[in-house]
């Protein structure tokens, strides 16, 4: 019995190929990741190796070059990715989840063709441009401003723990108007003069994934650059961050089942008090919890991508995006938490072992606890959850 789940039955052909080219390019990709993790360097190899097996256009529609993929397959993809590491997850996340996907959403049609071709061929690399070093849980209150020009918008300000910022593609960036204090988006190639990306340092985990400082010093951006129409950023940047959360939550199901099954093969030779240490009650009971996170979290992620499906096809409805992001919200909080403390029980099994980061639950330990900062903090997710059952009338920052 496996843990890892089967490419689903309703897949297509054309989708179950594209599953089977994830899983290749991660078999492919693991030594690599695993080398560049220990040696605590960038793995600057990630965007080659699914661009190689042309899966970088996962939900880029056809007509641009893209699969097509639909959500509950992309969160297939996701899981898949999410075995090998949150550093490849993430970049795979930041190109597609709330990179490429928000121009499909939001893009007009020459945005689209100018920019989802490369995207789909690793041409062009995606990233997201929010959180600044004093806007994080509220980017509301960003500090990034931008002023008007006769041919475009001037960009000024700072963004901070982004990724994929200095992949040498394009970032979806937010700034302010101080004139009418409404936030826009914008899409900012990383070659434009003034900008600039500087890779942080010092990570408790996820040493392998580029994540960067963002500093905006005069950068023109043309008109055509606008994504949306002014004032829309925040609707643009909430409505990214449910396909964000719903990535997260869908690589949290790869670190659970590649914990549970570095346990079993751990449980099954290790030995002490003379037998395999699986055959102890208590090494039992963290294999038993594990493997109930495990399909727990995989029948919630299969629940809110099917809703945020229902969403995307009339995305007017707005009764409709408040349940989908009520639902995605609750699943990324259940998803990242069952992962975090799947690492810990996989790290119990291990003993003394699991301490050592050439062991993959140290690994997934590590990283898994940024899962449950970014994209919503435990306790902002929490907050959002209570708030959608008790009313808005209860919202805790409005006084």
């Known amino acids: 019995m496996t843990n890892y789940r089967l490419i689903p039955r309703q897949a297509t052909a054309a989708q179950t190929d594209a599953l089977r080219r994830i899983d290749l390019a991660c078999q492919e990709l693991r030594p690599i990741e695993d080398r560049y993790y220990l040696d605590r360097r960038i793995n600057s190899e990630v965007p080659a190796f699914f661009a190689k097996h042309g899966v970088l256009g996962f939900m880029i529609p056809q007509e641009y070059g893209g699969l097509g993929i639909d959500v509950p397959l992309y969160a297939w993809g996701m899981e898949r990715i999410g075995r090998e590491g949150t550093g490849p997850r993430t970049f795979f996340s930041c190109h597609i989840s709330i990179g490429s996907s928000v121009v499909v959403y939001w893009g007009n049609a020459e945005q689209k063709q100018r920019y989802l071709p490369d995207a789909a061929t690793g041409k062009r690399i995606f990233g997201f441009g929010l959180t600044e070093p004093d806007a994080g849980s509220n980017p509301a209150a960003m500090q990034s401003r931008f002023e008007k020009t006769s041919a475009g918008y001037v960009l000024n300000g700072q963004k901070k723990w982004i990724g994929n910022a200095a992949e040498g593609g ?141 969403y995307d096809a009339d995305r007017t409805n707005q009764q409709l995006r408040t349940e989908t992001d009520l639902l ?65 009338e209860f919202e805790a920052f409005s006084g």
């Open 328 to 392: 995605i919200a609750q699943t990324k909080y259940f998803a990242v938490n069952a992962a975090q403390e799947a690492a810990h029980d996989a790290i119990q099994i291990f003993g003394g072992n699991g301490f050592l980061l050439t062991n993959r639950p140290a690994r997934h330990y590590a990283d898994s606890r940024a899962c449950q900062i970014y994209e919503g903090t435990n306790e902002i997710l929490e907050q959002k959850i209570a708030i959608g059952y008790l009313g808005q």
């Open 170 to 310: 394009t970032l979806v960036t937010f700034a302010r108007n101080p004139q009418t204090d409404k936030i826009s988006a914008f899409l900012i190639d990383t070659n434009t003069p003034g900008y600039q990306a500087d890779i942080i340092q010092h990570k408790l985990g996820m040493p392998t994934a580029g994540t960067c400082e963002v500093t905006y010093t005069n950068c023109e951006v043309p008109r055509a650059n606008l994504l949306g129409e002014e004032g829309q950023g925040m609707k643009i940047a909430y409505s990214a961050l449910m396909g964000g959360r719903l990535g997260v939550a869908a690589g949290s199901i790869g670190i659970i089942a590649d914990c549970l099954h570095e346990s079993l093969t751990y449980a099954r030779s290790r030995e002490q008090f003379g037998k395999p240490i699986g055959r102890h009650q208590l090494v039992q009971r963290h294999l038993g919890r594990m493997a109930v996170k495990l399909e727990s979290t995989r029948a919630m992620v299969t629940a809110a991508a099917l809703r945020k499906t229902e």
